[in-house]
């Protein structure tokens, strides 16, 4: 279930509407957000999603072994 929200957010971010140092209103920017617009990165997010899948990897080949 995790899984799957941080697979739907990874399809969200890695749509090439912006430059991968940017960010819009398509996913990450927001009105409660707006003050942190302009530190908003795609490329990040992208970068932060990949790095969880990787540990979620990681823990399930250390749980099954
Ligand atoms: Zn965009």
Do not use: G, W
């Not at 969200?12 to 960010?23: A, F, G, H, L």
């Not at 996913?27 to 992208?46: D, E, G, S, V």
């Not at 899948?53 to 072994?65: A, E, G, R, S």
Request: charged share 30%; hydrophobic share 35%; net charge neutral.
């Amino acid at each position: 279930m995790l899984v799957e929200t941080f697979e739907h957010a990874l399809k969200k971010v890695d749509q090439k509407c912006c430059d991968e140092d940017s960010s819009c209103s398509n996913y990450l920017r927001y009105y409660n957000n707006q003050p942190y617009n302009k530190l908003l990165k795609r490329k990040l997010a992208i970068e932060t999603l990949n790095d969880i899948f990787k540990i979620t990897l990681i823990v399930q080949f250390l749980d099954h072994n």
